[in-house]
Structure formats: C-alpha cells, structure tokens
C-alpha cells in the first residue's frame, strides 16, 4: 500500500477535472496533521474549475431534458451546506458529489426526506401527506406510490468557481466517542479536523402531472430548507436554503407589493388594466377646460386624468388603458390612455 502511495508524490493534482474522483482515491497521508488533506482540497477545487465548461453542457442538456417532465426552481445557499457528511469516505468527513463530473449535488432522495419530514410535522399523517408522498397499508401490506417525482439537485454552472469552502470542526472529546476514555473531561483536548462544505445555488426538479400539487410540494420544499435544513450539522446552522426567483416570478412579485400597496390607498384598478370611463362634469374657469371622469364598473372615485388630455362632452362614455397610478403628498389620481 505504502508503494502505491508513493506515486502520489508523483503526480500533479492541480491538473486533475474530476473532485470526487481525488477525494475518493487521491489523498497522500492521513496522519501528517492535515497537510495532505488540505492539498487534496486545494486540488478538489482546481479540478472543479477545470471541468465547469463540460458540466455547464451536461447542465444544460439535463435542464432541456428534465422540463419535459418536471419543473425546476432555484434555492441557493444561507451559509453553506454539507450533503453525505456521513457518508462512507477515506476521510473523516463526506461529500456527496456528482461521480461523473466531480461538482456538489444533492440527491433527490435528501430533498424528499427533508420535505416529507416537513409535511409530516405541518400536516401529521392523512390524506396530503399519503397523496404527496405515498402510504403503506398495514393490513394487506400495499403500497401506494406518491404523486411526486424528486430529481437530484445539481449546482447551476455559475456557482461551481467558489462552491467549495473550507470548513473546520474542533471536537472536544475524541477519545470518549471512540472508547479511549471512559467520560469527557475539561482537560480534553479538541481534534481539529478540516473539511469541505458547499456554497452556491442549487437548480431542483420536482415532477407531478397535476400542477396545483406540484407548486404545493415546492412550498413545502421551501419551507423545510428554510426551517429545517438539509444535510449535515444542521442543528449548528448549516443547511439553511432560500429559493431565488426567476426574472418572471420576481416581476410578479413587485406587481403583486404594488398592488397590495395600492389596494390600501383606496385604488381599485390595477396598472395595466382596460376600463371604460364617462365625462361627468366640463366646467371651464378662465379659459382652462376641466373634465371630470368616472368609472363605470364600480364606485372608485379617485381622480381620473388622461394623458394626453382628450376632449369629451358629458355623459360620453371612453374605452382606457390606466398607464400609471400617481401617488404624491398632493394628488392621487389614475392617468389613462384612450384606446
């Protein structure tokens, strides 16, 4: 074994494209006071860099293949996060990264765990949980199959340059958890053991043929990641995940806060929206011309300016697109656009 070791010494680690293949095999000593661990780690995140132009093209034809059968939404990291810390590994600590191109992932079977946990603490058992993620009768010894589909979580290509971190944990009574010591003592000395946690934005996948159960499972999922957390030493604050919106949902997300915003100012018409309006009153006061409007559909009666300003005679009703809702100390009021 110690010749075979020997040929590490050999070889140039920097150059190497896939990590999980390094952290498996290529590690030099364990026993030189993490020295070789660190160079493994350093190397780790070289071969991350130097295989992204090819996982970036798995990513995508993945992404193209995937939306076919399931919809996908982005939760990145609070923190970091540490996926297979248990896992079997040459080293203290695991990882779980993608065999064939070595970058951190997080595999579907954790995120149903995590988001079944969730529902079960929020719901208990019964009819939302058996749909969602099946149930086994105890009397026939049936199984039902739930309604979703969790797909592994793959690091989205523009977060794979710093998605390693370096980390540390320092336990204090090495010798009682392996049986060396008979109790833990205030006289123990900590054991630094260095690892790798993860950090970066995660692309998940969750298939359903009915929508409506679909989104419901991704609140679920995001309500756990930000709860609970996924992986390892969550209890110490890793794990935590938050979802990142798309371009469309944060749009959404603003016209909704708008909206909201406007609601309580008295609006009830949105920005965008095609009304019908009629002149209610013309008066003219030295030589300006001022029209009054009102909406036909309902009894708002916040003030109702057109841009350009338009001539109408009383009782003449107007087809409008309200382009913007003004609110200032002095005026609140729609402005329209006659169609």
């Not at 409007?293 to 350009?308: G, R």
């Not at 009383?314 to 169609?339: C, S, W």
Request: glycine share 8%.
């Amino acid at each position: 074994m110690q010749s075979c070791r020997k040929v590490f010494d050999k070889l140039d680690l920097t150059k190497g494209e896939n990590a999980s293949l390094l952290m498996a095999r290529y590690v030099k000593n364990l026993d030189d006071n993490n020295s070789s661990k660190l160079d493994l780690y350093e190397a780790m995140k070289d071969a991350a860099f130097n295989s992204k132009d090819l996982y970036t093209q798995a990513f995508n034809i993945r992404h193209k293949a995937l939306s076919n059968i399931a919809s996908s939404k982005s939760f990145k990291t609070l923190g970091t996060i540490i996926a297979g810390l248990g896992s079997s590994n040459v080293l203290e600590t695991g990882l779980t990264l993608n065999p064939t191109y070595g970058i951190p992932m997080i595999p579907g079977s954790s995120i149903k765990g995590v988001t079944a946990h969730y529902c079960s603490k929020v719901f208990g058992p019964g009819k939302v949980y058996d749909t969602l993620f099946g149930k086994v009768s105890d009397e026939h010894d049936e199984q039902e199959a739930g309604f979703l589909q969790f797909y592994d979580a793959w690091l989205i290509p523009e977060s794979v340059k710093d998605a390693f971190v370096d980390d540390v944990m320092t336990p204090h009574h090495s010798d009682y958890y392996s049986g060396k010591s008979a109790r833990p003592t205030d006289f123990d000395d900590p054991t630094t053991i260095r690892f790798l946690s993860v950090s970066g934005t995660f692309e998940f996948w969750i298939g359903c043929y009915d929508s409506e159960w679909r989104d419901f499972a991704f609140r679920l999922t995001e309500d756990a990641l930000k709860n609970f957390g996924i992986g390892g030493k969550i209890t110490s604050g890793y794990g935590k995940m938050e979802c990142v919106l798309s371009p469309e949902e944060r749009e959404e997300q603003e016209r909704r806060k708008k909206q909201k915003a406007n609601r309580e100012a008295g609006f009830f018409h949105d920005e965008g929206e095609i009304v019908t309006v009629i002149c209610t009153n013309v008066t003219e006061k030295k030589k300006k011309v001022k029209r009054e409007f009102a909406f036909t559909e309902n009894s708002d009666n916040k003030p109702i300016h057109f841009s350009p300003g338009i001539n109408a005679n009383v009782g003449e009703t107007i087809t409008a697109r309200i382009i913007q809702i003004e609110q200032t100390k002095t005026n609140n009021a729609y402005i329209l656009q006659k169609l």
